[in-house]
């Protein structure tokens, strides 16, 4: 019940933003997945152009993070997230004509720039929750994305069953509505939220003169470089063992439900003990280290989910353990006026982690008839890194500098 209590406290608006998460989390995952199926058994296209396509999304997404984050401070955050809904919404739709190519291109970079636009304010929003504490509310938001992550495959494996053009609306829908009901709900951001007459250069300039924030960011690719595994190298390498594809969903669905049910009592407990440091290194060792499961050769279907399950556990504790009191240290960090632009310079360097990250473990996963095991050392190896990296950068005069910066 205590657990529930930092959700009692919300404001109307935070609690719309939480269901927001939700939703936004179900209907993303209830199309996108299963996107490149459809393309590739229903439109016929060649997996190169499905991979360009895809690809587009995530670029317009990563790369234009930081031009998000830097409207958001000089327009104010509302306007962001409703634009942010409206373009999804019509990215969405527009997949309904990806029979024609150009429109199909157009989709992927709506969808992706959408991401960009209410993303970085998003987060900049509940960074601004009052009567809560960041790394609570942060919980909570993961919480909530973390359940339409859950529920967005199964909905949208039903939707399509019945029609690709009925997943799309379905999809769209709640973007749709919450970009309108965003006009009306959602309270337009204080001064002090916003850049204070900053331009461009000065929003960049202070983002590039905050020497703490960078070397967080510096340090958190090792993360984005683990934190995308789950979801690329582990599809592959369970391929290669000839398993069927449930495996790999039941894998999906396994981290997001011990996500939902750790989230709130691991931030509880951190909150208690308030050694934010610490914590986010033992996130990052038992991320990494957390793959070694699989080290041991497969003898059986029951041993591999034994070891796919232990490997959730761990690799959702790590990230319950460590995602909330990242996104604080980020908002600590950013004088204000500029929290959108520094959560969007996070998450391009997060972009760089994740190409980073997906290139090692594919030429791993290339080498592992000859290395066997090498992409699961590798993991572990860039967990505690990163760990280490973290402890030393987070000695007393050094974390005093990342939570409060100078404005001069």
Not at 147 to 152: C, D, Q, R
Not at 190 to 206: F, P, W
Not at 265 to 281: Q, W, Y
């Amino acid at each position: 019940m205590h657990a529930l209590a930092p959700f009692r406290g919300l404001t109307p608006e935070y609690k719309l933003m939480l269901f927001a998460a939700f939703v936004f989390n179900l209907g993303f995952y209830m199309l996108i997945p299963l996107l490149s199926h459809y393309l590739a058994e229903n439109l016929l296209l060649s997996a190169t152009l499905i991979g360009v396509v895809m690809g587009v999304r995530s670029f317009c997404q990563q790369g234009l993070f930081l031009v998000g984050g830097v409207l958001a401070d000089k327009l104010g955050v509302k306007r962001l997230i409703i634009g942010g809904c409206f373009l999804r919404a019509v990215g969405f739709l527009l997949f309904l004509w990806a029979d024609h190519i150009v429109v199909l291109f157009l989709a992927a970079f709506l969808t992706g720039f959408a991401g960009a636009l209410f993303t970085p304010a998003a987060q900049a929003y509940f960074a601004h929750a009052q009567g809560i504490s960041k790394a609570n509310m942060f919980a909570l938001v993961g919480v909530a994305r973390n359940a339409g992550e859950l529920l967005g495959p199964v909905c949208g494996l039903l939707l399509i069953s019945m029609s690709f053009g009925l997943l799309c609306g379905v999809a769209a829908f709640p973007f749709l509505c919450f970009g309108i009901a965003f006009i009306y709900y959602l309270p337009t951001a204080k001064k002090s939220q916003k850049s204070a007459g900053l331009n461009t250069r000065d929003l960049i300039k202070t983002v590039l003169g905050n020497r703490a924030f960078l070397q967080l960011c510096a340090v958190m690719i090792g993360y984005f470089m683990l934190i995308n595994q789950i979801s690329f190298a582990m599809p592959i390498f369970l391929g290669q063992l000839d398993m069927p594809l449930h495996s790999v969903t039941w894998l999906l669905s396994m981290c997001a439900l011990i996500s939902i049910l750790v989230q709130l009592p691991i931030t509880a407990l951190t909150e208690r003990i308030n050694k934010d440091a610490l914590f986010i290194s033992a996130g990052l060792t038992l991320m990494g280290s957390g793959f070694l499961v699989m080290l041991f050769e497969v003898q059986s279907q029951w041993q591999l989910y034994l070891q796919l399950g232990l490997l959730a556990l761990f690799f959702s504790v790590a990230t319950a353990m460590s995602l909330p009191l990242i996104m604080k240290q980020i908002a600590n960090s950013a004088p204000p006026g500029t929290v959108s632009t520094h959560y969007g310079f996070f998450y391009l360097f997060a972009g760089f982690g994740l190409i980073i990250g997906s290139a090692l473990a594919g030429y791993a996963l290339d080498l592992e008839q000859q290395v066997p095991g090498l992409i699961w050392y590798l993991f572990a190896l860039i967990g505690g890194v990163s760990a280490l990296a973290h402890l030393y950068l987070s000695s007393p005069n050094k974390e005093e500098k990342l939570g409060r910066v100078d404005l001069s």
